[in-house]
């Protein structure tokens, strides 16, 4: 199952923990680290359920708001 | 008159087919429009399942003995080596993981193993242009050098390849996808002391950003792929003034000669339907793969080993010829597996677009530290046997914590006669004839078998001796317990403690009666 509820004690450290990992980069840079990220923290999770269950929801989210055009 | 079979096309799927028939006791008529075997690159990489298909048909001996054997396999990012695979870690198998043979090596030796079988009608310039259904044969028109002439057959086997004419003429289709990026591929002569290894890389410093391949072959022949991507202008690059330069970057000299050069565009499909009333499609003519895996002609041949013993006991009358239904459920599984496996290799190798491509490169990169990345790596899985998910199977009622499951191939291991003699599994089940096997760990008495079953007994005091345990190792086998495989090699039902009954109740539903 995917949890979806807040599992750091320091939501905002772990938010700037993901954001300063991409100060300083070019886009293509973002992009490649993100891929990194992606395989890595995909592999920690090693189930291929939740990690669907977490595309499912991501592209859901992200076609509503490009819907709403926000 | 009448013909039992007709198979159309004598490539290494219709001859291994009609051999097959053939040592069945089963008469087959085989056309072939060329005048002879095929020639250029084609297969060269055939797996152990292959050869074990060829034991039994009496051809792998040549194959061996002129193929490169080889097991390990490396796969480089740039200039370093990533990681490397061995497909036979384990001793106590009579073939090896793989050779590497020009197929027309292997053609050549079918054909002169059809040659020794009266049974085998081999007809070369003979092309089937015309097909019709009747209700209980099919009818042939075929174009020869003297002419047309007619043919009627029960069954007919397309073995036709991937362009296949009878797909069309049943009205059938052959759908799937077809990747956008072209690929080189030359066949060099000359010596060099690389080792019998396949080697992938990702953006050499020889190829930047494409990938590349080098295969030995026998005679002093080498395999080399090289993406050229999508782009590329395949006429120009299959001439051989600019195909040099790329292989002597790639080998740092220029001392080679081509054999042979293409540029293939590569496709992943599949027929729908294996079974159009009378025709049976097989090998290319019904899936056609990328060739990252190896898997096209081995997995055509074990759709050949699948079909030959359902179609001889449906054609002397021992199974309902329903029996075939369970042809086209195994292969279209197996199909659909290879065809899963070698767009997914095809994929990682040529990525569809540039995000795609920088997840690519992070498992690479990835790759060199962590260990999960290494096995995402994908430079072509090579062909394995599917585990048929089958109506033929009996469903295991007892416990087991090892061996081929029901649905998978028998596995190999080295045996003893009572005399000492070494035997390989994969032998004994050959000569004990042509149909069900019953492999039983003897503890004391035989069970009884039935009358069509043949009988293999290995135990201490048994015909057959296990001295090194690597069969009770690998069938997880305790005294009394038993395997009824199929006249292919593959598990039908296994029994802990094998009743008469039980016994018949699996053969009648592996034959189709059930
Ligand atoms: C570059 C490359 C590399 C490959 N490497 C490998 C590999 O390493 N391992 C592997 O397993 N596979 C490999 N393959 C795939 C392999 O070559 C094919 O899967 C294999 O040849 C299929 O065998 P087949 O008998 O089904 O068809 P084919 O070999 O195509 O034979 C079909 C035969 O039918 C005949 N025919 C066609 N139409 C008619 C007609 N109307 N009447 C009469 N005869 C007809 C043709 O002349 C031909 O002889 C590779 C393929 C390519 C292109």
């Known amino acids: ?70 | 008159m009448r013909h039992p079979v007709v198979i159309v096309g004598a490539g290494p799927v219709g001859l291994s087919l009609a051999i097959d028939l053939a040592q069945r006791g089963q008469r087959v008529v085989l056309l072939d429009d060329a005048d002879r075997i095929g020639d250029g690159s084609r297969a060269i990489c055939f797996s152990k399942r292959s050869l074990e298909l060829w034991d039994r048909l009496g051809v792998a001996g040549r194959m061996i003995d002129k193929g490169v054997v080889w097991k390990v396999g490396k796969i480089f990012s740039g200039p370093e080596l990533l990681y490397q695979f061995d497909l036979l870690p384990e001793d106590g198998h009579k073939m090896p993981a793989f050779i590497n043979l020009q197929q027309y090596y292997a053609e050549s030796y079918l054909v002169d193993r059809v040659l020794q079988l009266p049974d085998i009608d081999l007809r070369w310039r003979n092309k089937v242009v015309a097909l019709a259904q009747r209700n209980d044969h099919a009818e042939l028109t075929i174009d020869t050098p003297d002419g047309n002439y007619t043919l009627r057959a029960d069954y007919v086997v397309a073995c036709d390849g991937a362009r296949s004419g009878l797909r069309g003429m049943v009205g059938a289709d052959f759908s799937g996808e077809t990747f956008e990026d072209q690929f080189l591929i030359a066949d060099v002569k000359m010596t060099a002391a690389f080792p019998t290894e396949r080697w992938f890389w990702f953006d050499p410093p020889f190829h930047g950003g494409q990938s590349a391949l080098l295969h030995k072959q026998p005679d002093d022949v080498w395999r080399i792929d090289l993406q050229l991507g999508p782009d590329a202008d395949a006429a120009l690059e299959r001439l051989p003034e600019n195909v040099r330069p790329r292989i002597a970057r790639m080998l740092g000299h220029d001392d080679f000669e081509f054999e042979w050069i293409s540029v293939y565009k590569f496709q992943c499909r599949r027929m729908q339907r294996f079974l159009h009333e009378r025709v049976i499609f097989a090998g290319d003519a019904a899936h056609q793969v990328s060739p990252f895996g190896a898997r096209g002609a081995n997995s055509g041949l074990e759709d050949a080993e699948n079909l030959a013993w359902k179609l001889a006991m449906i054609l002397r009358g021992d199974a309902p010829a329903g029996l075939l239904a369970s042809y086209e459920i195994e292969r279209g599984l197996a199909a659909d597996d290879n065809i899963r496996a070698s767009t997914r290799s095809t994929n990682f190798i040529a990525p569809h677009s540039r995000q795609e491509r920088r997840l690519r490169q992070a498992v690479l990169a990835l790759a060199k530290e962590a260990d999960f990345a290494k096995r995402m790596v994908n430079g072509g899985r090579l062909s394995v046997p599917s585990v048929y998910a089958s109506p033929l199977s009996t469903v295991d009622a007892d416990a087991w914590r090892t061996g081929p499951e029901p649905g998978a191939h028998m596995l190999d291991a080295p045996l003893q006669t009572a005399s000492g003699e070494p035997v390989y599994l994969t032998e004994a089940f050959s000569a004990a004839g042509r149909g069900f096997v019953l492999l039983e760990s003897a503890n004391g008495a035989a069970v009884n078998v039935p009358d069509n079953v043949a009988h293999l007994r290995i135990g201490a005091d048994a015909p057959l001796r296990d001295d090194a345990g690597l069969f009770a190792k690998r069938y997880d086998a305790a005294p009394g317990s038993a395997y009824l495989l199929r006249p292919d090699g593959y598990v039908a039902a296994r029994f802990r403690h094998p009743a008469p009954q039980a016994i018949e109740a699996a053969m009648a539903r592996a034959s189709g009666r059930a």
Do not use: C, W
Request: proline share 1%; glycine share 4%.
């Open chain 1, 1 to 70: 199952m995917l949890s979806t509820q807040s599992n750091f004690t320091d939501p905002d450290a772990a938010y700037r923990l993901i954001v300063e990992a991409h100060r300083g980069l070019s886009d293509e840079q973002s992009a490649a680290l993100d891929a990194a990220l992606v395989l890595l923290l995909a592999n920690h999770i090693g189930d291929a359920d939740v990690l669907h269950a977490a595309i499912e929801l991501a592209k859901r989210r992200l076609s509503d708001s490009q819907t709403k055009g926000t």
